[in-house]
T-cell receptor, first 112, second 115 residues
């Protein structure tokens, strides 16, 4: 039973354009959400997060949007750069919880 | 400063053998996590330590898997009677406190291959 789903396994975008990554969750107990980025042969690195009391959080080129009623969040990267090419994981955390539940990842390729 | 260190980076073992995977967390981080990532999937939680004790081991798949953190720093994940299905990348992560205030810092993982 996958509680966090990333339905697009891959995404290809031109340099300078916007990348939009989507994530859906089923467990209404999740109240904190994170995005991690992973390069080959490296561990995931934290990118950006959002609490369920917000609907948007922005950090430079990265913005995460949360739609609680739809149990959906998205990550926008603009403008996309070749160095953004990586696998992106959405993850969710329950209130007072200690374990992240990850989605299956979306591989992003930014073409120069 | 030094990040989370995992050794070995690669481990090939035969079915039925015993393996140990080591994790050195970031100095001062009290929370330590083990995750497992199978090909094409996201990381799956295995176990969480707060200090020396396993605060949550609900993700360990069966009793062949065991982890320790005797002095509240280095942790070892132990797998007995390995099976081919145990092949995966085993990721360790640490954080200074609860995840909301301090996101996880992951190591580069140990790629385990059971032949």
């Amino acid at each position: 039973d996958q509680q966090v789903k990333q339905n697009s396994p891959s995404l290809s975008v031109q340099e300078g354009r916007i990348s939009i990554l989507n994530c859906d969750y089923t467990n209404s107990m999740f109240d904190y959400f994170l995005w991690y980025k992973k390069y080959p042969a490296e561990g995931p690195t934290f990118l950006i997060s959002i609490s369920s009391i917000k609907d948007k959080n922005e950090d430079g080129r990265f913005t995460v949007f949360l739609n609680k009623s739809a149990k959906h969040l998205s990550l926008h990267i603009v403008p996309s750069q070749p160095g953004d090419s990586a696998v992106y994981f959405c993850a969710a955390l329950k209130a007072a919880g200690n374990k992240l539940t990850f989605g299956g990842g979306t591989r992003v390729l930014v073409k120069p | 400063g030094a990040g989370v260190s995992q050794t070995p980076s690669n481990k090939v073992t035969e079915k039925g053998k015993y393996v140990e995977l080591r994790c050195d967390p970031i100095s001062g981080h009290t929370a330590l996590y083990w995750y497992r990532q199978s090909l094409g999937q996201g990381p799956e939680f295995l176990i969480y330590f707060q200090g020396t004790g396993a605060a949550d081991d609900s993700g360990l798949p069966n009793d062949r898997f065991f982890a320790v953190r005797p002095e509240g720093s280095v942790s070892t994940l132990k797998i007995q009677r390995t099976e081919r299905g145990d092949s995966a990348v085993y990721l360790c992560a640490s954080s200074a406190q609860g995840q909301v205030n301090s996101p996880l810092h992951f190591g580069n993982g140990t790629r385990l291959t059971v032949t």
